[in-house]
């Protein structure tokens, strides 16, 4: 079975560019979730989405990101314009209920000069 | 708000070492408690975990213990290998409809043969 995948890897960007994440959870878990990792800090939330819906977005920095998943399968996570602050690792997880073992990604590292 | 501590790193220890990653939390109600390790170019993988209080976790000679009386779920292994090398986070989950994990900020451990 595979894994969770995200793509890129990695992504360097000018700061006021526009980039796109992109996550492909584990087949038939319908629990997608966005974290993200600032340099020396914890790993934050940042939403949950229940299918298509967005079942919890409190953790989303401001309107520059905004999150979609496309029929419930995969999702994309497009920040702009980018901002420095905005450099990171960005990992999606899935899981199959919201209180089942969530599966992470290896991430996305995100570099904005 | 929900938070977690943990020991800041790195660690370095021999092959055979005992190992204790010390980690407190603090959380209203009666959230799940969950290791997480990062192993090089890896995503997180779920190490153990524990969902109620005297609960222990256990997995690959790693063992933790959900203490609500000091608020804690340190981490111990007896004789760490080479191949434990990584980033181990403490998070929780707290439940009640909130299934976002918060983390600590991750403490990366490395064994020396």
């Known amino acids: 079975e595979a894994g969770v995948t995200q793509f890129p890897s990695h992504s360097v960007i000018e700061k006021g560019q526009t980039v796109t994440l992109r996550c492909d959870p584990i087949s038939g878990h319908d629990n997608l979730y966005w974290y993200r990792r600032v340099m020396g800090k914890e790993i934050k939330f940042l939403l949950h989405f229940v299918k298509e819906s967005k079942q919890d977005e409190s953790g989303m920095p401001n309107n520059r990101f905004l999150a979609e998943r496309t029929g419930g399968t995969y999702s994309t996570l497009k920040v702009q314009p980018a901002e420095l602050e905005d450099s990171g690792v960005y990992f999606c997880a899935s899981s199959p209920g919201p209180r089942g073992e969530q599966y992470f990604g290896p991430g996305t590292r995100l570099t904005v000069t | 708000g929900d938070s977690v501590t943990q020991m800041e790193g790195p660690v370095t220890l021999s092959e055979e070492a005992f190992l204790t990653i010390n980690c407190t939390y603090t959380?209203?109600?009666?959230?799940?408690l969950f290791w997480y390790v990062q192993y090089p170019g890896e995503g997180l993988q779920l190490l153990l975990k524990?969902?109620?209080?005297?609960d222990k976790g256990s997995n690959k000679g790693f063992e933790a213990t959900y203490r609500k009386e000091t608020t804690s779920f340190h981490l111990e292994k007896g004789s760490v290998q080479v191949s434990d090398s990584a980033v181990y986070f403490c998070a929780l989950s707290a439940g009640a409809g909130s299934y976002q994990l918060t983390f600590g900020k991750g403490t990366k451990l490395s064994v020396i043969p």
């Open positions: 524990a969902t109620k209080a005297d």
């Open positions: 959380a209203t109600g009666y959230p799940s």
